[in-house]
């Protein structure tokens, strides 16, 4: 299977600490992106780092891609209870995204 | 106009029934996708379209038969389904970049139970 794999599987986490996601893939890739899910609805793109990157940010939002290990991290700083859902990652060659396995977030109010 | 649509939002078949999931973008994207999403698993991918061409099947079981109208439009034909089918199907869509895909816009999915 190409699929990616995340972890951890689930995380909870007090509203205002920063939660961490990793993700690591196997193939070669032009960009990986992560994406969030609320429960039983369609997916949202967060970020998109192209592979010749190795940081970026997006207001809360920290993505770093390390291509030599094929793996990347998602940091959320200072959490909200609205921030509660899954996030997956997801790699990209060609027109073939495909997404890890996902980290399912909870933040306690 | 940045909405992916998908319809119907639930349906419900018997495994000899034939159905189709549609899917609508305006945003003007050329490539099209289906993706298949079991409870707490992550989305799989399905099919491909590029300008109005299939161009990656997943080795999908050919009782799912997909459709690319025009470039707006992307129909997912269901035939003699089985239960284990149950899920929800995603459609996304995405500019067709030369270096292949980049940010995928999703609907809301089409919730699928085969009785």
């Known amino acids: 299977s190409q699929q990616g794999e995340e972890d951890p599987q689930a995380l909870s986490i007090q509203e205002g600490e920063n939660a961490t996601m990793n993700c690591s893939y196997k193939t070669s890739i032009n960009n990986l992106q992560w994406y969030r899910q609320n429960s039983g609805r369609g997916l949202v793109h967060l970020i998109l780092i192209r592979s010749n990157e190795r940081e970026k940010h997006s207001g809360r939002l920290r993505v770093t891609l390390d291509t030599s290990k094929k793996s990347s991290s998602l940091l959320i700083t200072a959490s909200r209870a609205a921030d509660t859902a899954s996030y997956f990652c997801?790699?990209?060659?060609?027109?073939?995204?495909?997404f890890g396995a996902g980290t399912r977030l909870f933040v306690k109010a | 106009d940045t909405e992916v649509t998908q319809t119907p939002k639930h349906l419900v078949m018997g495994m000899t029934n034939k159905k189709s999931l549609k899917c609508e973008q305006h945003m003007g994207h050329r490539a099209m996708y289906w993706y298949k999403q079991k409870a707490k698993k992550p989305p799989e991918l399905m099919f491909v379209y590029s300008y109005e061409k299939l161009s990656i099947n997943e080795s999908v079981p050919s009782r799912f038969s997909p459709e690319c109208p025009n470039s707006s439009l992307l129909n997912l034909h269901l035939h003699a389904l089985q239960p284990e089918d149950s899920a929800l199907y995603l459609c996304?869509?995405?500019?067709?970049?030369?270096?292949?895909?980049?940010?995928?816009?999703f609907g809301e999915g089409s919730r699928l139970t085969v009785l």
């Open positions: 996304a869509s995405s500019q067709a970049n030369l270096g292949g895909a980049g940010e995928l816009f």
């Open positions: 997801a790699h990209t060659g060609g027109f073939k995204t495909i």
